[in-house]
Every structure is written in C-alpha cells, then in structure tokens.
C-alpha cells in the first residue's frame, strides 16, 4: 500500500523558519517525481514545488521562489521543504503528493498524504 | 501561467442526479493534460480523473470527464451519497502546475 506520512508542521513566527518531511513507503520511491501541495484554511489547493526521481530537477511557485527548498532522499525514500522567512500567507495545510511519472514538473498527483499543518503567526 | 476557472461555485443536487462541473483554462492545455480530484472535509484530494477522459484506478465508472483544449467537463452520471464534496481541476501540461478555485457538490 502507497504511504506518504508528513511531519514538520507547527506554529512559527513571521520570519522563521521550519523544515517538512514526507516518508515514503509501498512503492519505489526513486522512479517517481515528487511535490509539495498546500491548502490555506477554507481556501483551495496551490502547488507549491516539484522535483524529479533524481532530484536533479526542481520548480517552484513564485510565490515560494527564493524562500523554499524543495529536496529528496532517495536512501531514506523521504521528501523535504525547507521554508525561510515564512510569512503569514504561508499558513496552511501541506500536502506531500506522488506524481505518476518521472517529471518533476508535468504531475498528475495519484496519491496524497494526510497532510500537515504550518501557522505563521506571532 | 494558466488560470483554471471552475463553475459553478456551488452545485445543490439530490442522490440519484446527474452533476456537470466546468472547468475553463485561460488558454490551451497542453496535451490536455487536465485532472480532477474530489477532496472530502478534513481528507486529501483524490485523483478521478487524469489526461481530460481517463479514469484513476479504483474509480467508479459514474464519473466521467470530456473536453480539450480550454474547455473540460466532470459529468458524475448518478450522485451517490459519498460523492457530496469539493471537486478540483488541474492542469499539468505547463508550469507552473495550477488547480480551479473548486466546485462544491452539496446535497439539496
């Protein structure tokens, strides 16, 4: 069975910093491309950054440019996003989803995880 | 960037009905490559629909997506009482990746 279990989430103060992680398991991690999700309380879903099954290959929202990180782990099947100078648009629900290629950019997403909550507040 | 543009915003319907949801694009999907998820209160989104027509594995044969270029269609034949939830298109033909504002299907 195909899981995606998201952990990071938390409160934080405009600025700061916080890192996501997603753990991957029941398929082969590395053949897939990877993103990250996000939906805002009441709000719809916002792609937020992409990477390919390599990692060589990475997109973002330019909303998000020049603040998040997207990585992977391919030893660990795990994916990260590493937000800087959070602000409070940012507060939302963050979703690791599974693409159903190798893109890290031309994703269809066929399998979600749960999702984890980031609040920016002070 | 591709502005999707679903409608209506909000669909009354009673179980047995048939639903229409919208999907307009700002401009052509390439390969029409345009998907639809049902998201359910406090759950992720599901994948329904893939390549405009296709269904995702394990999706009843209820759903039904059409369309090509700007203009896509999500027809659910007979609502059941599981399928009361938001609706999502998405288009994945260009990046930035960008999703509708949704349709909301509640029961009359």
């Known amino acids: 069975e195909v899981q995606l279990l998201e952990s990071g989430g938390g409160l934080v103060q405009p600025g700061g910093s916080l890192r996501l992680s997603c753990a991957a398991s029941?398929?082969?991690?590395?053949?897939?491309?990877m993103s990250w999700v996000r939906q805002a309380p009441g709000k719809g879903l916002e792609w937020v950054s992409g990477i390919s099954d390599s990692g060589d290959s990475t997109y973002c929202a330019e909303s998000v440019k020049g603040r998040f990180t997207i990585s992977r782990d391919n030893s660990k099947n795990t994916l990260y996003l590493e937000m800087n100078s959070l602000r409070a648009e940012d507060t939302a629900v963050y979703y690791c989803?599974?693409?159903?290629?190798?893109?890290?950019?031309?994703?269809?997403?066929?399998?979600w995880g749960q999702g984890t909550l980031v609040t920016v507040s002070s | 960037e591709i502005v999707l543009t679903q409608s209506p915003g909000t669909l009354s319907l009673s179980p047995g009905e048939r639903a229409t949801l919208s999907c307009r694009a700002s401009?052509?999907?390439?390969?029409?490559?345009l998907a639809w998820y049902q998201q359910n209160p406090g759950q992720a989104p599901r994948l329904l629909i893939y390549v405009a027509s296709s269904r995702a594995t394990g999706i009843p044969d209820r759903f039904s997506g059409s369309g090509s270029g700007t203009e896509f269609t999500l027809t659910i034949s007979r609502l059941e009482p599981e399928d009361f939830a938001v609706y999502y298109c998405?288009?994945?033909?260009?990046?930035?990746?960008?999703f509708g504002g949704g349709t909301k299907v509640e029961i009359k």
């Open positions: 998405q288009q994945y033909g260009s990046s930035p990746l960008t």
């Open positions: 989803a599974k693409g159903q290629s190798s893109s890290g950019r031309q994703q269809r997403f066929d399998c």
């Open positions: 401009q052509s999907v390439s390969s029409n490559y």
């Open positions: 029941g398929f082969t991690f590395t053949s897939y491309g």
